[in-house]
């Protein structure tokens, strides 16, 4: 095996080992302003990922189950791989969906079609999670990303849990992860920060210039640890006093499909949205990035959630697309189709 030092971002200054450097005990640390991307849709992005050996960032975060063992070695060549799953919810289009029984699922999450909360109290659940960090250790992850894990913000999953109830189930994956020496994060369910963040290595936000939540990651940077920070069609790339974010711009439709994006000093990429960030450059990009069109929007979507409580939607996975709905044609006939995708 081979080992490689990765070098932190600037403000750091120190360096991470390989994970395979590691010894037994431990797990990879991924420091506050530890530079980042994401690639999560199906199709071509899968794809893309070949090109992100390449780019000029540290961390990748991808999908657990449509990479392969091959991929991810490719990527550990220079970076950490963080390898994502929905631990919250069940996605029927997932190979171990036919896994899950009956009293194992809740409500539907709202907008994401084919997708239902899970019982974090079930042990069946709780051993197809085993299953899956399993598969990240045999895939050679370096970290899992474990999303979905705050249904107990409104009740949304079904179940009427509170916190507690999430706080253990979290805790459970982290001692999990840690029997594999996998890193594991935390994915928002900003609530319960206070109560985990000393077993999590690092965590994953979504909007929280957006939802004025992003003073709440101090736990994590008064420990050095990342707060990866993604803004979808947003264009804040600033971090309150105190804490150090690592942010993405994204595209407003929450397609996870293009590399890019990081704001300046946070690794390459420019913004996928095409706005200037509002206290910060973006950086240059060597990766082709474009602005990907709205999805055609489903059923029931999440209305906006307020700061620090569950309800905003979950990270856009690998589901598979919806057919885009025909648009009525003008008898003038000289209209423009308007490309539409999904993601879900």
């Known amino acids: 095996m081979f080992t490689i030092a990765l070098a932190l971002a600037s403000s750091v200054g120190v360096t991470l080992a390989h994970p395979h450097a590691l010894s037994s005990r431990d797990v990879a640390a991924f420091p506050a302003g530890s530079s ?10 899968v794809g893309n990922l070949k090109q992100a050996a390449n780019e000029k960032f540290q961390v990748i975060d991808i999908d657990l189950f449509d990479t392969d063992k091959q991929t991810i070695a490719d990527l550990k060549t220079t970076k950490q791989v963080i390898c994502y799953f929905s631990a919250g919810s069940k996605e029927g289009w997932r190979p171990d969906a036919g896994d899950f029984k009956e009293g194992d699922t809740g409500k539907g999450v709202d907008g994401w079609p084919d997708e239902l909360w899970i019982n974090p109290k079930s042990d069946n659940v709780r051993n197809i999670m085993k299953k899956r960090i399993q598969i990240a250790a045999d895939k050679g992850c370096t970290a899992v990303d474990p999303d979905n894990v705050d249904g107990f913000g409104n009740g949304q999953d079904g179940f009427g849990y509170d916190k507690s109830v999430y706080i253990d189930y979290v805790k459970f994956m ?12 935390l994915k928002n369910a900003l609530d319960i920060i206070p109560d985990v963040v000393d077993v999590m290595q690092f965590t994953v936000n979504e909007q929280c210039h957006e939802y004025n939540e992003c003073g709440l990651y101090k736990p994590f940077t008064d ?48 913004p996928t949205n095409g706005q200037k960030p509002e206290s910060s450059k973006p950086a240059a990009s060597s990766a082709p990035v474009g602005t990907q069109p709205k999805p055609t929007p489903t059923a029931g979507s999440t209305p906006k959630p307020s700061p620090t409580t569950g309800g905003r939607k979950p990270t856009p996975t690998a589901c598979k697309p919806q057919e885009p709905e025909e648009e009525p044609e003008e008898e003038d006939g000289d209209d423009e189709d308007d490309d539409k995708n999904h993601t879900g």
Not at 36 to 45: F, N, R, T, V
């Open 223 to 270: 420990q050095n640890k990342a707060v990866f920070n993604i803004e979808y069609g947003g264009n804040r790339c600033d971090s309150p006093s105190g804490i150090k974010l690592s942010t993405l711009i994204k595209s407003e439709d929450q397609a996870l499909n293009a590399l890019g994006g990081a704001c300046a000093g946070q690794g390459q990429g420019t």
């Open 36 to 45: 980042w991307d994401i690639l999560l849709s199906k199709g071509e992005a």
């Open 174 to 185: 982290a001692q999990e992860a840690k029997s594999h020496n996998l890193a594991i994060g």
